[in-house]
């Protein structure tokens, strides 16, 4: 039996971004999936008025819309290292790849690769607790942009279908970002509902190929930070 989780959605308004705190109840030790920099100090108090030993700040790619606070965290909380996939060549403390597992406490995430939106796209799969943390692959009813940072609608749409839509229908879903006040979908809503991954392959490439959206507004100075943790000189 695997341990009890304690368990945090945490947002940030100018970009919608949701962090993500997990710690395991026996031991206490947690992770923290999406941090961003304007709400690190808000995330380390909570993470000192539970109790828990933050172990990793986890990265599910390469953000284009906020700076991660990853960096910030490791400075605010000793002993916290940053993780991120080792295909995004960002500087962090751990770098995973597909089939990596991450451990904390009795709890383990398991790392699937999920390219598409970028190419070190991350889904961190909690089979214990039939969770899935699915970064920008699959937001609900949508799912992240392909038209810059080695985007590509293709095999965005592969790594859904194989990763995501593979786990089992009762599994919830965690994005990075909503932009309607939603909080959670399922791995069964989003096989009927998602208006854009439920069409074929080539139905899915037009859409998003068409989709003619603005270029994003904190992309010049995100990206260049969150290859370094957040952190530059």
């Not at 390219?115 to 089979?127: E, F, I, R, S």
């Not at 214990?128 to 992240?144: E, K, N, P, Q, V």
């Not at 749409?157 to 979908?185: K, R």
């Amino acid at each position: 039996m695997s341990a009890g989780l304690i368990f945090r959605q945490l947002f940030e308004s100018k970009s919608s971004t949701y962090s993500y705190l997990l710690a395991c109840e026996v031991t206490k030790q947690a992770v923290l999936i999406d941090p961003v920099i304007e709400t690190v100090d808000r995330d380390a108090g909570i993470v000192k008025q539970l109790g828990l030993v933050l172990k990793f700040a986890i990265n599910t790619h390469v953000h284009a819309d906020h700076v991660t606070g990853s960096g910030k965290l490791k400075s605010l909380i000793p002993g916290c290292q940053s993780v991120i996939a080792e295909a995004s060549q960002a500087k962090a403390n751990v770098r995973v790849k597909h089939g990596d597992k991450i451990d904390f406490g009795k709890l383990q995430l398991e790392t699937r690769s999920t390219p598409g939106h970028t190419d070190g796209c991350l889904t961190y799969v909690l089979h214990s607790h039939r969770m899935a943390f699915t970064g920008d692959a699959l937001l609900i009813r949508g799912c992240g942009r392909t038209d810059f940072q080695q985007g590509s609608p293709e095999r965005l749409y592969e790594s859904v279908h194989s990763q995501i839509f593979s786990l089992p229908d009762n599994y919830q879903l965690y994005p990075a970002h909503d932009y309607t006040g939603q909080t959670v979908t399922t791995v069964a809503e989003e096989k009927k509902f998602n208006s854009r991954l439920t069409k074929t392959k080539s139905e899915f490439v037009d859409i998003m190929n068409n989709l003619n959206l603005p270029y994003p507004k904190q992309i010049d100075a995100a990206l260049p930070a969150n290859m370094v943790c957040g952190l530059q000189d």
